[in-house]
């Protein structure tokens, strides 16, 4: 029991490492996450903590252009609220609230396809659009789960945005970058390998 828990403790410190060095490019964020889930969702549904890391990079090479593309639209489609936004909260003219409500709730949705989509393509085979599509669909049938979900991704980041300008953001970045996306990425995946299976298989990568 404690030899797994080790080894599967060392396997999310790996692959954190991993997803923070295909990351730095910046344009590889999605393939990189996409190849993570890839080896999380494999963790959590068959309990397999072998080769994570020629799964990782046969994964990111299998979905590059997919993830990347899916990226770069919902980074543009994102850039695109927050001015959006910040247009919003600057216009002073009486429905003001009105129109930020409305941003919000398109915001809320952006979220739910950015925290799920990059599973559902590590997951799903098709194209891109239609990946995204069903896993959007799945999610939002998830009702609480999907919630949980979207804050176990948000909580780290605004964590160390918070801190940036802090003493300790240097110690925290580090813990971040060996413990954080990997953990977050089982964790998620522990739910999201059991809404997947009802509506597939998932992708073999080795």
Known sequence: MLTRFLTRFLNLVILSVLWFLCSIPL??????TAAMYAVTLRMASEGDDNGIISTFFSAFKNLFRKATCVFLVLLAFGLFLLADLWCAIQWKVSFR???IVMILAVGWFWLVVFTHAFAGLAWFEGKPLEVVKRTFLLAMRNGIFTVFIIMLNLIPPVFLFRRVLSDSFGQWL????FFGSGTVAFLSSLHLSRLFATSGTMQNYL
């Not at 344009?27 to 990189?32: H, Q």
């Open 97 to 99: 609230m009105v129109l």
């Open 174 to 177: 580090i813990l971040y970058i």
């Open 27 to 32: 344009l590889t964020v999605g393939a990189s």
